[in-house]
């Protein structure tokens, strides 16, 4: 017990504010968010029909809500690799929602998903690192421990 705490008390500082490296499953949830973003935008760019972004002016709130919640949790995140994991998230959320309240046609949405796919796909690879850095805390542990 007495080196669990130990290890504990190692990774703190390192992940005091950073929410994707304090909780895995937080940074699962990131990841499969992400990948149903990508999987979404992929679908919509091949025609088969799901969700696309409504042009009601109310419907604007969810994005600057997102907007909002990277902002603050990337200011007082202190690790580079989550930081730009937020600055990413924060401009594919801003994409999103100019491309969900200015009018366009439906070549203007197709090609919206363009960058939604490559945000989508490099926030995939920013959580999925992320991941991987947890695997290896837990092997490092384990590798300590015995």
């Known amino acids: 017990m007495k080196d669990k705490i130990e290890v504990n008390s190692k990774m703190l500082p390192l992940a005091m504010e950073c929410w994707l490296h304090r909780s895995q499953a937080i940074c699962f949830i990131a990841l499969a968010f992400w990948t149903y973003s990508l999987v979404s935008g992929v679908l919509s760019l091949v ?40 600055s990413i998230g924060i401009l594919d959320f801003i994409i999103r929602g100019a491309c969900g309240v200015i ?38 542990r384990s590798d300590s421990q015995t």
């Open 47 to 86: 025609g088969v029909s799901v969700i696309h972004p409504r042009t009601d002016s109310f419907f604007i709130l969810g994005y600057l809500i997102g907007i909002w919640l990277f902002a603050t949790l990337g200011k007082s995140c202190k690790q580079p690799l989550e930081r730009l994991f937020y």
């Open 103 to 140: 009018p366009a046609s439906g070549a203007g949405i197709w090609l919206c998903q363009f960058p939604n796919i490559a945000l989508s796909a490099i926030e995939i690879a920013l959580s999925g690192a992320i991941v991987l850095w947890h695997f290896s805390m837990r092997t490092s």
